[in-house]
């Protein structure tokens, strides 16, 4: 499939997670089956672009392309500015972030919570279009089904979206009110599927073969998004792929390969964060991997009193190793066991300033 005039290998794609998808994770997730990754989102505050957190989001060295940026924010003329700025550091593809239920900022919602002014979301749609057409990017745009139950305006937003010059719609099968809580409905991804002549991405609760054959057949989706459920699992990529293409199970992951591949995402993870915060940020990483590994909870405990490198890497080498001469597989995957929604790791905010956003809750006409 296509975003735009941009080719993909395949439709399986990591969701954009911030605290979690950075360009070492996306590479992993891509080295092991993912077609596609957009990075954690990008804040359209300008002041705080040349801040580490947002200049290490912004990172993309030796990425395999195509690159996307997820911008988030409230203000078209900002949302315009972040698109370009992404795209004079490499971006390929920007993502309008609809689809994450931030914390109010500035006294006004960022994220989902645009669902509910249609006016301001398609305004902020329009504008980022408008930057990137002349460079030939192409704009993509991840929702959630709605602001609440009884307003699921997917649909709605998704046939602007599409006039407006978006090239690939997402949804998440939740509505903003729902949070990460209750489960994902694809009823809604279905009815935008089938209303639009773009890309659709169906995304929400899929966490083994079987769900994504049963989402991608229910759906008719064109493409399958993937969060909690590659934490720690990026082979769950290849898992899909091949049960996708085959209907056959992929053999299960040996222990040693899996430690191998952990092992070397922590030193591409390293390359990025450096000693100390590196150190910090790959133990969640570390323990989303070991979770349903027979002692892997104490290892966990126990990993994360340490602060060196080269003290962690030796940890879990010796942990996996030791577990390889005990148990030759990992665990396959057990469907609904991907894990919960973890505050720690999740946006706290998309770190938007509220320029003149009327935030008024006005509808479109449908
Ligand atoms: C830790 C975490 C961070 C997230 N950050 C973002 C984000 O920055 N942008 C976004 O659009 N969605 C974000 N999401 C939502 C995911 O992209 C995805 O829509 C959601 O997790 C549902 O998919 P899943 O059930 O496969 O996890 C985040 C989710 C998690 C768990």
Same mark, same amino acid.
């Given at each position: ?10 439709? +399986? ?8 998808? *950075? ?21 359209? @505050?300008?002041? +705080?672009?040349?801040?580490l957190k947002t200049s290490r989001r912004a990172n993309h060295d030796g990425e395999v392309e195509p690159i996307a940026v997820q911008i988030a924010g409230t203000d078209p003329l900002m949302m315009a500015e972040a698109a370009a ?21 500035? $006294? ?10 249609? %006016?301001? =979301? ?8 408008? #930057?990137?057409? %002349?460079?030939?990017? !192409?704009?993509? +745009? /991840? ?8 307003? @699921? $305006? ?32 694809? *009823?809604?991804?279905?009815?935008? /599927?089938?209303?639009l002549r773009i890309p659709v991405v169906a995304n929400g609760d899929i966490d083994s073969p079987e769900k994504a054959r049963e989402v991608l057949r229910y759906t008719g989706a064109d493409a399958l998004m993937i969060g909690r =459920? ?21 053999? =299960? ?30 133990? /969640? ?7 349903? +590994?027979?002692g892997g909870e104490a290892f966990r405990t126990d990993m994360n009193q340490l602060e060196t490198c080269e003290d962690q890497i030796r940890a879990v080498g010796d942990f996996l190793g030791e577990l390889a001469e005990r148990h #030759?597989?990992? !665990?396959?995957?057990? %469907?609904?066991?991907? %894990?919960?929604? *973890? ?14 956003? $009327?935030? =008024? ?6």
């Open positions: 499939m296509n975003i735009g005039h941009i080719p993909l290998t395949n439709n +399986l794609f990591v969701a954009p997670m911030a605290g979690v998808t *950075d360009r070492p994770f996306r590479q992993w997730c891509k080295r092991l089956g993912a077609g596609y990754a957009v990075s954690e989102m990008v804040t359209s @505050r300008r002041e +705080l672009w040349t801040s700025y992404n795209i004079d550091r490499g971006a390929q593809i920007i993502d309008i972030n609809m689809g994450c239920p931030a914390k109010k900022v500035c $006294n006004v919602w960022a994220g989902s919570a645009l669902m509910q002014n249609e %006016p301001l =979301a398609l305004a902020i749609i329009s504008a980022v279009v408008a #930057a990137c057409e %002349p460079h030939r990017v !192409p704009v993509t +745009l /991840k929702m959630r089904t709605g602001w609440c139950h009884d307003e @699921r $305006n997917a649909l709605v937003l998704a046939r602007a979206a599409e006039s407006a010059g978006i090239a690939m719609v997402t949804v998440h099968g939740r509505t903003r009110e729902q949070g990460y809580r209750g489960f994902a409905e694809y *009823d809604t991804i279905a009815a935008v /599927k089938a209303a =459920a590659a934490q720690g699992r990026p082979w769950i990529f290849r898992e899909i792929a091949h049960f996708l293409a085959t209907g056959e199970h992929l053999p =299960a992951t040996p222990v040693a390969q899996a430690r191998q591949w952990l092992l070397e995402h922590l030193l591409d993870h390293y390359s990025l964060y450096g000693e100390r915060a590196g150190v910090r940020t790959a133990r /969640k990483h570390i323990g989303w991997a070991v979770r349903s +590994l027979p #030759a597989l990992w !665990p396959a995957i057990a %469907p609904g066991s991907a %894990p919960e929604h *973890d505050a720690s790791t999740a946006p706290t905010s998309c770190d938007v300033p509220i320029a003149a956003a $009327n935030h =008024a809750s006005i509808r479109l006409t449908a």
